[in-house]
C-alpha cells in the first residue's frame, strides 16, 4: 500500500525536527536533566533558564510577558484552570459565564461541571459561519456575568472570532476574557494586548511541538486572580503546582519560536494548499463547503459530499489520513455537534469530513487527495 497522505494537522501536528533534537538534549545524563526547581546546585539552575527562555518564547508568540504565562498539560487543563480557577475565585464578584455551543469538548464539558456546581452559564449559538456576533454577546451580558470564553479558531470549521470586538463588548460590561487559542497559535495573529484578552489556552502538540504541555497566559495588570486546580509545592507562582517537564516545556518553546518566525511562511504556503485543493474538487458534483472560507484559516475546510455516507468515504479513502468530526458510539454514528449547532442539516452533516492541511503538506499531497476523493464519491454514488 502506498504511503498514507496525513491531512487531519487539526488534530495533531508531527513534532518539527528542530523541536526533536532540542527536547532530546533535556532527558539523559549529558543533558539538561536536573529538576528546574532544585535552587541548590548548578544543573537546576541550568535547567529553569532553559524553562525560562521557553516561557519568553510562548510569551512573544502572543504579545505577552514571560510572568504572564503558566505550564500545564495541554490545552484542555488549560481551559479547565481559566473556566473552573476563575469562576471560583471571583464567585463573590458573580456566578455568570457566557461561552458558545461550538467550544472545544475541553470548555463545553468544563462549563457543564460549573453548572453542575451552581454556576450559570449562557450558551451562545454561531451563525452559519461559525461565529458569534458581538451583539449576540452584548445581549447575553448580564450584572453578574465575570467571564465569557470564546475561541480563536474553530477546530472542526477553522472559523475565525472577531475577538477584538468581542473583547471589547465583554470589557465595557466588566467581564473577562478567556480564549482558547489551541488552533489560532502559529496561524492568525495573536496579541493579548491589542485584542484584550486576560486568559488564553494553548497547546503544543497543535503547532508542531510535543503532546502533553501547554500553557495559560494570566493577564497581570489587572491581576487575574485563579484558584488552582493541581496542589502541591506552589509551582508557577501557586497557580499550577508539579515538576516542570523540562524536555516538553523546551520542545513547547522551540515550535512557539518557530511558529513566531515561520507564521507567514505556513499560512501563505496552506492558503496555496487550500486552493489547489478547493480548485481541484471544483466541478464535484454535490459538494458543500460547511466551511465559509472567508472567515476562516486557510489550513481547515471542512467540506460536505452530498448523498454519500461520511463513513463510508472514510472507509473507501484508506490512504488518506482525515477526520469526519463526528462522534461514534458502538451502535450509532452521532454527526458531530459543531455542524448541527451551525443548522447544517444532519444529512449532509454525516456527509461531512474535515481536511487540514500543515507544514509539511505538499501539493502531490494534494493532488493525490483530489483524485482519490472524486474516485470514491463517483463510486460511492454508483
Ligand atoms: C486540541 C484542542 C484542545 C485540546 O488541547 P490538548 O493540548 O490536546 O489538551 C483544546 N481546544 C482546541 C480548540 C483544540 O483544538
Not at 488552582?228 to 516542570?244: F, K, N, V, Y
Request: charged content about 25%.
Amino acid at each position: 500500500m502506498n504511503a498514507p497522505i496525513y491531512l487531519d494537522y487539526a488534530a495533531t501536528t508531527p513534532v518539527d525536527s528542530r523541536v526533536a533534537d532540542i527536547m532530546s538534549r533535556y532527558l539523559t545524563q549529558d543533558g539538561t536533566f536536573a529538576n528546574p526547581a532544585s535552587r541548590s546546585h548548578m544543573p537546576g539552575w541550568l535547567a529553569e533558564q532553559a524553562v525560562e527562555g521557553a516561557r519568553r518564547q510562548v510569551a512573544d508568540l502572543i504579545g505577552a510577558d514571560p510572568r504572564e504565562i503558566v505550564w500545564t498539560s495541554g490545552a484542555t487543563e488549560a481551559d479547565n484552570l481559566a473556566l473552573i480557577g476563575f469562576m471560583r475565585a471571583n464567585r463573590d464578584k458573580g456566578r455568570h459565564l457566557v461561552t458558545s455551543t461550538t467550544e472545544h469538548k475541553a470548555v463545553v464539558d468544563t462549563a457543564r461541571v460549573l453548572e453542575a456546581e451552581g454556576f450559570d452559564v449562557t450558551w451562545l449559538t454561531p451563525g452559519r459561519d461559525g461565529r458569534v456576533t458581538p451583539s449576540q454577546l452584548a445581549d447575553a451580558l448580564r450584572d453578574d456575568t465575570v467571564l465569557i470564553s470564546l475561541m480563536a479558531v474553530n477546530n472542526e470549521l477553522g472559523s475565525i472570532h472577531d475577538l477584538p470586538a468581542l473583547a471589547e463588548v465583554a470589557h465595557a460590561h466588566g467581564a473577562a476574557v478567556h480564549v482558547d487559542a489551541a488552533q489560532g497559535a502559529g496561524k492568525i495573529d495573536l496579541d493579548v494586548a491589542t485584542m484584550g484578552i486576560d486568559l488564553m489556552s494553548l497547546s503544543a502538540h497543535k503547532v508542531y511541538g510535543p503532546k502533553g504541555i501547554g500553557a495559560l497566559y494570566v493577564r497581570r495588570h489587572p491581576d487575574i486572580r485563579l484558584e488552582a486546580l493541581i496542589h502541591g509545592g506552589g509551582h508557577e507562582r501557586g497557580m499550577r503546582s508539579g515538576t516542570l517537564p523540562t524536555h516538553q516545556i523546551v520542545g513547547m518553546g522551540e515550535a512557539f519560536g518557530l511558529a513566531t518566525r515561520e507564521l507567514a511562511n505556513d499560512r501563505a504556503h496552506t492558503q496555496a494548499l487550500c486552493s489547489r485543493f478547493l480548485d481541484g474538487l471544483g466541478e464535484l458534483d454535490g459538494l458543500y463547503r460547511n466551511t465559509d472560507t472567508r472567515v476562516a484559516v486557510p489550513n481547515i475546510v471542512n467540506l460536505a459530499f452530498e448523498d454519500v455516507d461520511g463513513e463510508s468515504l472514510l472507509m473507501a479513502l484508506r490512504r488518506l489520513a482525515i477526520s469526519t468530526g463526528s462522534a461514534c458510539n458502538s451502535a450509532s454514528v452521532e454527526p458531530s455537534y459543531v455542524l448541527k449547532e451551525i443548522g447544517v442539516p444532519r444529512r449532509r452533516a454525516l456527509s461531512s469530513l474535515r481536511f487540514s492541511f500543515g507544514r509539511f503538506t505538499t501539493q502531490d499531497d494534494i493532488d493525490t487527495a483530489v483524485d482519490e476523493l472524486r474516485q470514491a464519491v463517483n463510486a460511492l454514488r454508483q
